[in-house]
């Protein structure tokens, strides 16, 4: 169908509301921790829960990721909303007030 | 931190808990967009649902873009910044402002890019500075006056004939090679006598789309001239990004309105804004926009026309000015009237046709225009100024009362003489009087010639002028105009007569001294 209507530049896009679509329908979320060390699955699961009203109810895809660049801490990103609580991002609004 | 540079090491953890106790540091909660699609300066972001047009985003490399089209799923932004430190599924930042520069008053003297950052190799731009808004409402008519007061450019051509007052937006236009960046550089130039006396006007040149080698030699002539000193130099190059030379004039508009509206004047130049509207079709047809005459975007011509408003003369009322639309949160407080921003915009045309499309939007905008002729600058007449076709709407008004006197029949008589000349090529003999007027005719065109950073003085050009208007070179050959000039400026130098004229006054012993000297002058070539 997208062919036939010469849509095929649109074909991320559309990739990309569908999968938000899918997700919506079927109650999931997906979250992106983001940690300066490994951590556990459990602390992990946790630590989302917690920050975030909108994990609840809801089933959690969680995706754990490694940066050491955020020194300590953590951000938290649910779907298109991100959570920054690491070091790094305190540093520099530190240096900016300062 | 505001402690001096004798810090004791005991007192360096007191300091620090002072500085750190009333911070409050919490997690950050904000929007976050993903790139879809990134390539020719452009980028598609998903997510953002909340984000703003002309909203700056950053990239986590630091990069920034700035969003241009709202479409139902996504964003589409430019970038500020390289296209190749972008991938796509990077993560996008909301900053909610839009695009700034900080203007500081250390900025006079220096080289900068689009976006205030420095590009001459001289360090950081130190020193207090305001955010001033890249884009911005003009004033509106009710914090507006009339254009009262002149701005000398220093070219006789142009101060008698075509004068351009403070808060004007006069258009410089010509094919390639005719001199108007020179014009504009002139104008920067005599604007010293000015800022030595108490009365600067700082000059703001956006470079758009030039050779780096061009840009180069203009700031050294600046620098040469020492007109560098009271002139910002904004530059978007050739090697730039499209967006970069889209944004450079309003940058320049940006630092001129520090100028304007904290009551002082600014001059800007904006060289040129041919390649301004090929850099915005290049980003609007990147951005899939649809695309009108030439192919150039539907609002090519609101592009300009907000820009070139925000020249203006502001009035003098204090009560009135401060509630001025649009103010910037960081110039309140700061707000005094009497300002002005004028601005001199060039635009190349081809082949001589003011009829194309970007150009006749410019001229319909502009409060008067200065045409320069291929044939006029190839025969030698430099500032090569058609005065028949070019105008200045504020005229008059934009002269001291010496000027006007003298000047008040120059352009008419100018434009007889054009006619006359081609008249009399056909003709044989020629009568006593049409001869005399020609000869008078072609002695003013030599006067009009002017050698480049060469700028006079208004006193001098009232001068030269009387001379002119009273036939004081009748005796003299067309050869010897330029010697009769350097003489006679050379005499009055340091004279009352030149003093007077210089504040605008003229009387009849003035009228006498000159001639007596213009008699001089004439006596000694004839030897």
């Known amino acids: ?98 | 931190m505001s402690r001096t540079d004798s810090i004791k090491p005991e007192e360096i953890s007191e300091i620090l808990l002072s500085e750190l106790q009333d911070i409050k540091l919490s997690s950050k909660y904000e929007e976050v967009g993903t790139v879809l699609q990134v390539g020719d300066g452009v980028v598609q972001i998903y997510g953002l649902d909340h984000a703003e047009s002309q909203e700056v985003l950053m990239f986590d490399n630091g990069t920034k873009a700035v969003i241009m089209n709202l479409e139902e799923d996504y964003v589409s932004a430019i970038l500020l910044g390289p296209t190749d430190l972008v991938e796509e599924g990077d993560t996008v930042h909301r900053t909610k402002r839009t695009p700034c520069i900080a203007v500081s008053e250390k900025m006079l003297g220096r080289v900068i890019n689009s976006f205030g950052e420095p590009i001459d190799g001289h360090g950081p731009i130190e020193g207090e500075s305001v955010m001033m808004p890249v884009e911005r409402k003009a004033p509106g008519v009710i914090f507006r006056q009339p254009v009262k007061e002149p701005l000398q450019t220093g070219l006789i051509a142009i101060d008698s004939m075509i004068p351009i007052g403070r808060g004007q937006r006069e258009l410089i236009i010509g094919d390639r090679q005719t001199g108007k960046t020179a014009i504009a550089i002139d104008t920067i130039i005599n604007q010293r006598y000015g800022f030595e006396h108490g009365d600067p006007v700082y000059c703001i040149y956006v470079a758009i789309g030039q050779k780096a080698s061009t840009v180069a030699s203009i700031v050294e002539t600046l620098r040469q001239k020492g007109a560098l000193e009271y002139t910002v130099v904004v530059t978007a190059g050739a090697a730039d990004s499209a967006a970069m030379q889209y944004f450079a004039p309003f940058s320049g508009a940006a630092i001129g309105e520090y100028f304007r509206d904290t009551g002082r004047h600014a001059l800007v130049v904006y060289d040129d804004l041919s390649k301004q509207a090929v850099a915005y079709r290049e980003v609007s047809l990147l951005l899939r926009r649809p695309s009108g005459r030439e192919a150039y975007p539907g609002d090519i011509f609101y592009l300009h026309s907000r820009l070139l408003e925000r020249a203006a003369k502001l009035i003098d009322q204090q009560e009135l000015i401060v509630h001025m639309n649009d103010l910037p949160e960081s110039l309140k407080g700061k707000v005094k009237g009497g300002g002005s921003l004028t601005a001199l915009p060039i635009i190349e045309t081809q082949a001589g046709d003011v009829a194309a499309y970007i150009p006749t939007n410019v001229i319909s905008i502009t409060d008067g225009q200065i045409f320069l002729d291929t044939n006029l600058f190839n025969q030698g007449n430099r500032p090569a100024i058609n005065v028949g076709i070019s105008v200045s709407r504020v005229g008059g008004n934009a002269q001291i009362p010496a000027m006007k006197k003298v000047a008040g029949s120059a352009k008419i008589n100018q434009a007889q003489y054009s006619e006359l000349e081609s008249f009399s090529r056909f003709s044989g003999d020629l009568d006593p009087v049409t001869a005399r007027t020609l000869d008078t005719g072609r002695k003013n065109t030599k006067l009009m010639v002017q050698p480049q950073y060469s700028p006079y003085k208004v006193g001098e050009q009232i001068a030269l002028l009387y001379c002119s208007m009273h036939s004081l070179m009748s005796n003299i050959k067309i050869t010897q105009v330029p010697a009769f000039i350097n003489k006679m400026l050379e005499r009055l130098a340091g004279t009352e007569a030149i003093a007077s004229l210089q504040k605008g006054l003229i009387t009849d012993e003035i009228g006498k001294s000159i001639e007596t000297i213009a008699a001089d002058v004439t006596a000694e070539l004839s030897k």
């Open chain 1, 1 to 98: 169908m997208v062919i036939r209507r010469k849509r095929e530049k649109y074909i991320s896009f559309i990739l990309y509301s569908y999968v938000e679509q899918y997700k919506k329908r079927n109650n999931i979320i997906d979250v992106i921790i983001t940690t300066a060390h490994p951590i556990e699955e459990a602390t992990a699961y946790r630590i989302a829960e917690f920050s975030s009203p909108e994990t609840t109810g809801k089933k959690v895809q969680l995706t754990q990721l490694v940066n050491p660049a955020i020194i300590g801490g953590y951000t938290l990103r649910i779907n298109n909303i991100l959570i920054d609580a690491s070091l790094s991002r305190q540093i520099d609004d530190l240096k900016q007030i300062l």
